[in-house]
């Protein structure tokens, strides 16, 4: 099995091993679907397979956001412990798609509240200036929804006007229009015909781009919040999943390391090395901002030496295209301690 070729296959694996974990307090969900109190205060939800990570987002959401919000966590690795989360409600849940977990949140846990806020658990809150964002923007009753990080690759083409697509990474959705009114879903689809900026052109809608386009079309209003303002706001890592997926497959960090060395040097070229790469570094970073908060080592039985991936990194730095840097991961875990 090639390097790209593994990927798939240890999604579906996770996804059914964890079921033994997740199964039956999914099940037992789907029976009571018992919905957060009503409040004024928007419910904030995340998604988690990887327990260090959460540990760096519960500790900036509490630090920034405190009581303002309250916090759902679906737990899809079956690892968390909710008394390491005591102001959240921490679900264990099947690892199904973001796109049905989070509408799930939004349609059943969230439904008596007017906001719902899905945020990626590779994207942190770093100033509670968030909130301010939000209350100014939702003033206006035709915002259905307030984005922190838009994707930036592509954009709608409607009526002849350009939008950006909002994307979920960390995006605040009005319910009373996207659910009570609209009656949408964060599915992704086939279908997408928009506007490419990288010349590849577009093919798919990912989660949230096909309900964002009928927003826009039915004549609400989805606000961006203006790149200068974002990364006072939030940052986050992207594409650390894989890395994620490959750190519960191996058992041991040599396995790990024969993975990443083991393909010939041009398949640096393309996207899958580089990707595990910086997932494997940022979520390193990560274990460390775990110990810096609990206190407390958090040991992946498969994840190399921070010295084993820098010495990786920078052999392989002169092979990766242009477009690809991995000084991303370096700023983004840079701002995060600084943040804690």
């Known amino acids: ?41 928007p419910a904030i939800f995340t998604m988690n397979i990887m327990p260090p990570m959460m540990t760096v987002w519960y500790h900036l959401a509490q630090k920034n956001l405190g009581d303002k919000v309250d916090i ?10 909710p008394k390491d989360f005591p102001k959240a409600r921490v679900q264990k849940f099947i690892n199904l798609y973001a796109a049905t977990k989070s509408d799930e949140f939004l ?47 592509w954009h709608f083409d409607i009526d002849g006007a ?40 577009l093919t798919r809608f990912d989660t949230f781009d096909k309900a964002n386009e009928t927003l826009l079309k039915n004549g609400y209003r989805c606000a961006i919040v203006p790149e200068a303002d974002r990364k006072e706001l939030v940052t986050g890592f992207s594409g650390t999943s894989s890395a994620v997926m490959l750190l519960w497959h191996f058992r041991t960090a040599k396995q790990m390391m024969d993975y990443l060395e083991g393909p010939e040097d041009k398949s640096w070229r393309g996207n899958t090395l580089f990707t595990v790469l910086s997932g494997l570094r940022a979520i390193s970073a990560m274990q460390q901002m775990h ?28 092979l990766i295209r242009d477009a690809h840097s991995f000084d991303h991961v370096d700023e983004v875990a840079e701002r995060l301690r600084a943040a804690l």
């Open 72 to 81: 759902v966590m679906f737990d899809s690795s079956g690892t968390l412990n």
């Open 162 to 201: 350009e939008f950006e697509p909002s994307s979920s990474y960390s995006t605040v959705i009005n319910r009373e229009i996207y659910c009570d009114k609209e009656h949408l879903s964060l599915s992704p689809c086939d279908g997408n015909t928009h506007v490419s900026h990288i010349g590849k052109p």
């Open 1 to 41: 099995m090639t390097y790209y070729d593994l990927l798939p296959y240890v999604f579906k694996k996770f996804s059914l091993l964890r079921i033994l974990r997740t199964g039956i307090p999914s099940a037992m969900h789907y029976v009571s679907r018992t919905p957060l109190p009503k409040s004024e205060k």
């Open 291 to 318: 110990e810096t908060i609990t206190g407390k080592p958090y040991i992946l039985r498969s994840m190399p030496t921070p010295e084993q991936l820098e010495n990786l990194k920078n052999k392989k730095k002169p």
């Open 107 to 153: 349609y059943h846990i969230a439904n008596k509240r007017k906001l719902g806020w899905i945020c990626d658990d590779d994207m942190f809150i770093l100033s509670g200036k968030c909130m301010d964002r939000i209350e100014k923007e939702f003033a206006d009753p035709n915002t259905a929804s307030l984005s922190f990080r838009p994707r930036p690759w």
